[in-house]
């Protein structure tokens, strides 16, 4: 089943990949690896959830923030590699706006190394990092950046 | 024009690259690319700008600060490179010492990413996360880390 | 002398590499890269060393937390390339968990740095960034991930 396949049978449909908002860019390839500039979770109106996690906003909440940045990764995904099908997940960087006592970043930046798995199949499973930062723009919850392989 | 004319043309000298003071490089060379050390808004009598940006720092100090730390980063790129003609920068991770509520990163690390396209014209366009930290070494306003391609 | 001859004279036993948890893997190699996910100061009965350096932790100890980091990413490491005499230790980011004005990071993650150069030699000397997040998983005091490249 291809990746595309997956997709909509977990009902989920690719945001548009942001347009440069300055001079840096959404995504950038050398050889055969892309490095992915950091996401949020970007509503389709625009905006952001916001707040500390763990305090403002719960784990289950914030695991769908992850879930939703990962969508966004995804599309910048397919526009480098120009198929989901031709990408392996290679690294994450998953950045948790939490609270200074927050202790739970791994199981909110699950929600994006599910969503990997669960429309790459194995080719979604990465190296990571889960980490707590303090603070992200936009007051957003959850941002994660991306190292992923163009496969042949 | 060549990126030393257009540092000459904009006024800038850069920095002496830092000696390694630890176990640690500048910079590290594999093959074509060159992973570089995080540096911070180093002043010329070695001292740093320091505090938390959005409450004893403003926006537009902490963008100067992010175009002094990439002073620091084209230096090490030179002395990796050889020649900043022969550089592409590929990805920045921007950290900024922010206030818990900060919201404005990307604004600060601007500070940097301008200056690369500004010196290095297309090659200096990059990927980046723009991200706030609990604290920084020094208690530095900034600190950025860089991967770069040594272009044939 | 090899790298497990030094381990041995410096009395350092290699934890196991821990099993992923999750939808993500302790490592994953590219070509001769590899990038190893982050990892914490993991004591043998699996509990982590917890709280703020500089305020509950001491620079001191927390070196320690970021030496015993370091053999773990050592044990994956070695798992990565089969013997740790063909791994060069190439860019590290350390992470600790400070208090909001804590300025020693670099001191701490000195633990990790100094440990790779005294098993690897000048294979073990690597770029990196030492920064405080606001929040680790666990509370532990120190996170590391890295990226090594496997000699032929």
């Known amino acids: 089943m291809s990746a595309e396949d997956r997709l ?19 995504f950038k390839r050398v ?58 997940v290679v690294k994450l960087l998953g950045m948790v706006n939490g609270a200074p006592d927050f202790a739970d970043q791994p199981k909110v930046i699950n929600g994006c ?3 990997f798995v669960a429309v790459l199949g194995e080719n979604g499973r990465h190296a990571r990092s889960a980490v707590g930062m303090g603070s992200l723009p936009n007051n957003m919850t959850v941002e994660i950046e991306a190292i992923v392989r163009v496969l042949p």
């Open 113 to 115: 190394s599910d969503l």
């Open 8 to 26: 909509q049978e977990l009902g989920l449909t690719l945001p548009e990949v942001p347009s440069p908002v300055a001079t840096y860019v959404s």
């Open 31 to 88: 050889g055969d690896i892309v490095y992915l500039s950091g996401q949020g979770p970007k509503r389709a109106d625009g905006t952001y959830p916001t707040g500390k996690v763990g305090t403002d906003v719960t784990i289950e909440e914030a695991y769908g923030h992850a879930r939703q940045t990962g969508l966004g990764l995804l599309a910048a995904m397919k526009k480098a590699a120009g198929s989901l099908d031709k990408v392996e």
